[in-house]
Each structure stands twice: as C-alpha cells, then as structure tokens.
C-alpha cells in the first residue's frame, strides 16, 4: 500500500493519528493507515499488513493531496512531497512513473526515491490544481506492483494580485443643486486571488481625488453627492479618482484606481435677463407685413429646455402694428411687422417685451422671477411711395350702346407722402390690348375709345396707371373691371340655312318643317321669339306658319296638288322678331323643294329633269355637252388675250419714247436721286430725247389739257417733255375712279419763272391783286373754269364783281 510525505511550511512535529478508507482497491477490502509522528519535513503513512485489523479510527487526513504555493522564485526546483510504497524495500527495486495533468512538464518524480518536484513557477490564477496518477513497477519485470492511484496537487494562492476596475474609467451625470447623499454611479474592482483564502481578495474603496464634492461607500462601491448646491454655471465637470486596495485595506494590500468623469446636467435654477433694458430700432415705411425690424435677447445661465424663451409683447402702442415669435435655434426675440406702417400717420411705436421660461421647477420656483421686460422704441422712416387709389379696386358697369367718349369711372389716386405730388394717370396697354378706353392724364377720367360689343367682349379687366410728376418711378397701379351689359342690338336669326321638302301628294295643314331661331342678345327676362311670315308672303297660298311660343314654329302646307312640272321651288320668307327694347327683327329664308314620293311618304326624286329631259338624252350625256361648251368658252377667251397684248401701244415709237422706262410705285419716289427705276439722264437733256419725237404724243391726251402746253415758253424744252409726262398721269388719275387720294398727290419743282402761274410764294407776291393778271386761266380749260371766275376772270374777260 501507498505512503506519502510531503512538505509542511512550518518546521514543526505532527503527531496526529488518522484513518482512511481506501474504497475501489482490487480485494475491495478496507485498511487502517496508521500515522507515525514523522517530521513535517518527510511525512510517510505506512499502509499496515492487510492481515492486521485494527480498529476504525477518525480520518482527519486525506494522503491524495498535495499542496504548494504559487509563485515560487527560487532557483532549485519546488520540492512538492514524496510517495512510498510499503513493497519498497529501500534496494531501488521499485520504480515510480508519474502521469497526468502537468507530468514531466510542470512536476517530475523521482523514479527511486518518489520525490515530487515543480520545475515550472506556478500560478493560481492561471490553474489552481492538477490531477495526477502514480504506479509503482518492478524495476526489473516492469510489473506494476500495485495499482494505479490518483492524487491532486493544489496550488496554494498568496497576494499576488491587485484589485482591477474591468469597466473604468466612468462616466457618470448627475443633476445640479442635488441633496447630499444623492446617489451618482457604482464602481466595481475584481480581485482575481483566491477570496477563499486570507483576505487577498477583500476589496475596500476609498476616494482618492474628488472631495469634498463626491464620497464613495467603502464596501460597495457607490459614490455619491457630498456637497449641497454644486451649481452646473459654477463648475459643470468633475474628475473623481477611487482607489480599490485588497487585504481589507491594511498595509500591505495591494491597490488598483480608477477614473469617474462626473457631469453635473442642468436644472431651471437661473431666471432670464434681459442685457438691455431699452432698445432703439428703425424700419422703413414701406417694409412689408412680416418683414423682421430688429431682434431682443434675453440671456439664460441655464442650457437646453431650461434655456428655452417665449417673447411676448405685454404693453404698448404698437400691439396692433408689430408681432414678436422666437427663433428656436438662437433663443431670440424676433419683431416683425404685422400690419402696412405709414410714416405720415404715425412715425414712432413703443414696446414693452417680456421674454419668459416656459419650463419651470417647483423646488426652484423661489430663485425667480422666471421672466423679464424690456422697453423697446420703433421709429418709422419716410420713403417716396407711390400714389395710392381710393378704392383698391374699380368695378363698372356700363351699357354697350355707350357712345365714344363718355365718362363710365373716375379713378382717383393719390400721393401718400407729405410732398403730395401731383398725379399723372395712364392706361396699361398690356390690359388694354384693343384700346377701348382712355383716361384722363390729369382727372383720371375713365372714358370710351372705341364703340362696345358685349356679344364680341363681355367683360374688360384693364390698369390705370398713377404716376408721380416729380418722380416718374414711382407708379401705382389699380384694377378696373368693366362688365358690358346687354343692349338690343342684334335681331334674331336662324341659325342654319333651313331646307325643307313637300310631297307632290302632299295634303293641306301637313308639317314640312319645325324652325327656331338664335339671338346674340342676351336680355334679363330670357329670349323670346315671335314668328310670322314677311309681309310679302303674309297671303302665301302654299304654306302657312304657326308660332308654337316656344321659340319655335312649324311651316305648314294650305294646299294639297303640288306638281314639280309647275314649280320644284318655293322660297318662303319668315319674319322673327324678339322681345327685346327696341324690338328688332330679321327675315329668313326657308327653301322648299317639291319633290316625288311614294304612298308612304319616302322622297323618291325632287328634281324636275325627268319631266324636261327627252327620253334619249341621259344625265351623262347632258353633263358631257356642258364640259364641251366650257372648254369652248375658255379657248375664245384665251384667243381674245393674246390679241388684246398684240394691240400697238400708246406711243408710236418705243425706242425714242423716254417715259416708256418709268415703273408705276405704290409708294412715295426717291427724287432725282432715284436712278434705278428710269433713266434720269435723259430728263437731264430733253433736247436729245426731242430730236425726231416733238410730234409723237399720248394717244389719249385730251385736247383741252394738252393745249396747255402753249403757254410753257419753249426756251425751256424740258418742261414740254416733263409736262406731257404729268398731263399723261394726272389723267390716268382723274380716270381711276379707285385710286387713294394720297396716290395722286405729286410734287413737282417747276415753281418760278418756267411757270405759267409764276412764283406761288407769298413772300413774292405783290400787295395788291389788282397788280396781276389771271386772264391765261380761261385757256386752261374746264379745269380751271371755278378758279377762273374766282378770281375775276370769265369767258368774256370781264370781271365778276
């Protein structure tokens, strides 16, 4: 049976008796070691003979465990104990294999003697025991001599390891002006030795940096508040240091720290205060509503929601005029303008502005007032402003029979600065595309330009422009709508061409048509139409009208025995007339085609060719001779064109006519300067162009307007041929009956002493009359005949007063 020794940490004797059961052996019997006093040194149990009983006595002692401490320096290897079989004999016949956990690597046995040593440092936190197994062989036959045996070997833990924050550094908030005592964070620190054994691992914390703001528990952990009223405005961030230190504390322990970064969050304990009591701002009149006119600000010591302001206008004159709203982002007071200002009507406002927290505490409340006032003086500025019209906006009614030029609306505008300048009023033609109104520039008078139509335009949306004499920038405009009412100007019609057809074997009072009638008018009582037939046809034997008064009327036959060879066609005239004042009325037309129909009714022909046409001459040959008879017509008037431009011209000579050059304008000429259309040379030298041509005249120059020329001096022969030109178109233009005045209007400078009439300029002409003589005007013809006896002269040449 196994014996072990092993080493004790003291040197002293142990002498204590123990027993063991030893369960699980082979024979399955039980043994008694017996305990000799041994030094601690080499401690054996003897396994007694197992023929040997002995009485059971108590186990105080298990043999199978070994202990030895961690972290052993020393340079020889750490004796562990010793095992010892009692078949050992002591002559190294026995042999002691070691296996399991650590063998050979950590532990090592010697094989003889059984000594157990540690060749490796050891470590409790790393592995606190290892299982082993021992056997005993024979040295020489290698059998086991007796079975295999398991033991442990713990590693004994000394205070090798300091306490450990595993969570730290911290981070911690608590709120500002907190009790004393207020719980802020927990801190942990774990002690990896073994808190079984000693007091290694009894932790015990403590503040080391952080008084007397913070105080930590010492066996918890929990740091709380220590001072009362710690203000966040004061000092908003704290760096507290705790201190954890084994061995209870005592000297000796080990210690680890830690870092707790403590925040103190805000809480509504500062009130606002408005930096400025009084504020002087300005805005321009003509600023418009909600245009920003200056910013208030009321500073808070608090941050977040308790920072957050509300601004309100509490007194003043100008409640009405002005608004305040808070800018969110910045916490400021906003004041705008809430309604049109008017530097003439009022040039200065006061305020009195209160910003507020509208989040409060109740434990805080006596830290207030939470609100605060401040004056604020708006001066208002002048600005040139543009007229401005009374009312802002015209609404006219206005008959469409008004005549041209009335006044329908006097617009008025006027210039709202102090210096009321005067006022010019216009149309803006965008508005009035048509110009069918005018104003007047200084009254403002609006005024008909053009005649109404409410049928064609009902309604006119036009703008009257005001406008400053001093300052034409500056323009107002004002709206004018006019609604054109109804007058009864347009007399009813049909409203298509109205084409009926009777039957042959039609009977009397048979309906052939139902007509109806449409009028542009739009009168206030709704249409109403009257029919009847026209005065011309009131005693028509064929039909007869009868109004249904409803706007309509049925055409009826009065007689029966309608024949196509008689007449195929009746125009019937219908009088309608509205309801209108004045009544107006209109005459239509309804076209009524006899026509063949069988028993039933149906329309079978209502063309009377078939009576008129022989038998042999079909509708195709009839429509073959007309097509032959128009391309006969149209070749006799293309041979009548070719022989009309075959036709000799006016004058004998092309060649030597120099006016045959001339190109008729429909617009004004370009004088002498104007070379393109003839050839002005030859003006230049009309001796050349006379050469052979003095009796070549225009055929269809009459006798008394050619005689005319007698009394140009033939000194100058330009004048004959110019005048000859001019008599030629001056007739053309009398004959034109269709030719514009405008077009015949010519100018020549043939003025002065080249003239029959003289010089026409007054700053020529004599004093008297009587000096100058008109005698030449009777030889000019009819023409000149009422301008003759004007001035005195007659056929006899005798004068008329």
């Known amino acids: 049976m196994w014996t072990s020794g092993r080493m004790s940490k003291a040197k002293s004797w142990l002498g204590l008796g123990m027993s063991l059961y030893f369960c699980g052996l082979m024979d399955l019997t039980t043994t008694v070691l ?198 966040r405005e004061a000092k908003e961030y704290y760096e507290v240091i705790i201190q954890a230190k084994d061995m209870g504390g005592q000297l000796g322990g080990l210690a680890g720290t830690t870092t707790v970064n403590i925040t103190l969050s805000d809480v509504n304990d500062n009130p606002p205060r408005f930096p400025q009591k009084h504020y002087q701002m300005s805005v321009l009149e003509s600023a418009p509503v909600s245009s920003t006119v200056g910013r208030v600000f009321a500073k808070d010591l608090d941050e977040g929601i308790n920072a957050e302001m509300k601004y309100t206008i509490v007194d003043g004159d100008g409640l009405d005029t002005f608004d305040i709203n808070t800018d969110p982002s910045f916490q400021v007071g906003i004041i705008t303008v809430r309604k049109p200002l008017s530097f003439e009507s009022k040039k200065s406002y006061t305020l009195k502005v209160e910003g507020s927290n509208p989040h409060l505490e109740v434990r805080f409340l006596n830290l207030g007032p939470f609100q605060d006032t401040t004056t604020v003086h708006i001066s208002v500025e002048d600005v040139d402003e543009p007229p401005v019209f009374d009312p802002g906006f015209y609404f006219v009614e206005v008959p469409e029979d008004v005549e041209i030029g009335t006044t329908i609306q006097i617009i008025s505008a006027k210039d709202p600065d102090v210096t009321n300048n005067s006022i010019r009023y216009s149309i803006d033609r965008s508005s009035d595309p048509g110009r069918f109104f005018y104003v007047d520039i200084t009254t403002g008078a609006l005024m008909t330009a053009r005649p109404l139509d409410r049928e064609e335009i009902s309604w006119h949306n036009i703008t009257v422009l005001a406008m400053e004499m001093n300052n034409p920038t500056q323009i107002g405009s004002v709206s004018v709508t006019v609604k054109v009412l109804d007058v009864n100007d347009n007399a009813p019609e049909f409203p298509r061409f109205y084409e009926a057809f009777v039957c042959e074997n ?130 006799v008037l293309l041979i009548l064109s070719m022989r009309r431009h075959r036709k000799q011209p006016y004058i004998i000579d092309d060649e030597e006519n120099i006016h045959e050059n001339i190109v008729r304008y429909d617009d004004e000429g370009g004088g002498e300067e104007d070379t393109e259309a003839f050839d002005i040379a030859a003006m230049w030298n009309p001796r050349e162009a006379q050469t052979g041509a003095a009796a070549k005249m225009r055929q269809d120059m009459l006798p008394e307007i050619e005689s005319l020329s007698r009394y140009v001096p033939q000194t100058c022969t330009m004048d004959s041929n110019v005048h000859s030109y001019v008599l030629a178109k001056l007739y053309e233009a009398d004959m034109d009956l269709w030719a514009p005045p405008f077009d015949s209007l010519q100018t020549y400078m043939f003025e002065g002493d080249g003239s029959v009439a003289g010089s026409l300029s007054s700053l020529q002409s004599v004093t008297s009359d009587s000096d100058q003589s008109y005698d030449f005007l009777t030889d000019w013809g009819p023409r000149f005949r009422k301008l003759a006896e004007m001035y005195g002269v007659t056929e006899g040449n005798g004068p008329l007063w």
């Open 34 to 231: 017996s305990v000799t006093p041994t030094p601690l040194k080499e401690l054996e149990v003897h396994l007694l003979d197992k023929t040997h009983l002995h009485h059971r006595m108590k186990r105080s002692w298990v043999w199978n465990q070994f202990f030895v401490l961690e972290e052993y320096t020393g340079t020889d290897p750490l004796y562990v104990g010793k095992l010892h079989s009692d078949m050992d004999r002591g002559d190294g016949s026995i042999k002691y294999i070691l296996s399991g956990e650590g063998a050979g690597i950590v532990f090592t046995i010697d094989d003889t003697t059984g000594d157990i040593h540690a060749i490796q440092r050891l470590d409790r936190e790393e592995r606190a025991q290892y299982t082993l197994r021992a056997q005993a062989l024979d040295r020489r036959t290698g059998r086991p001599m007796e079975p295999e045996s398991e033991f442990i070997i713990k590693i004994q833990d000394i205070n090798d390891n300091e306490p450990k924050f595993l969570d730290g550094p911290y981070v911690a908030t608590v709120p500002e002006m907190s009790p004393v005592g207020t719980s802020v964070i927990q801190v942990t620190a774990t002690d990896a030795d073994d808190p079984t054994y000693g007091n290694s691992a009894r932790v015990v914390y403590s503040i080391l940096q952080g008084q007397p703001y913070f105080s930590v528990d010492s066996k918890t952990g929990v740091i709380r508040t220590a001072l009362m009223n710690m203000d």
């Open 506 to 635: 039609a009977k009397a009072g048979q309906l052939i048509q139902t007509v109806s009638a449409i009028d542009q008018d739009d009168p206030q009582d709704g249409q109403h139409f009257y029919y009847s037939l026209a005065p011309e046809a009131a005693n028509n034997p064929n039909f007869t009208l009868r109004d249904n008064q409803d706007n309509t009327a049925r055409i009826l036959t009065r007689r029966s025995g309608f024949r196509q060879q008689e007449q195929n066609v009746f125009y019937l005239p219908i009088l309608i007339a509205d309801n209108g004042r004045p009544m107006l009325s209109s005459t239509g037309t309804l076209t009524v085609q006899v026509c063949s129909c069988d028993d039933e009714g149906d329309v079978m022909s209502c063309s009377a060719e078939a009576y008129m046409l022989p038998v042999s001459l079909s509708r195709g040959a009839l429509i073959a001779i007309l097509a032959c008879i128009f391309v006969l017509l149209v070749l």
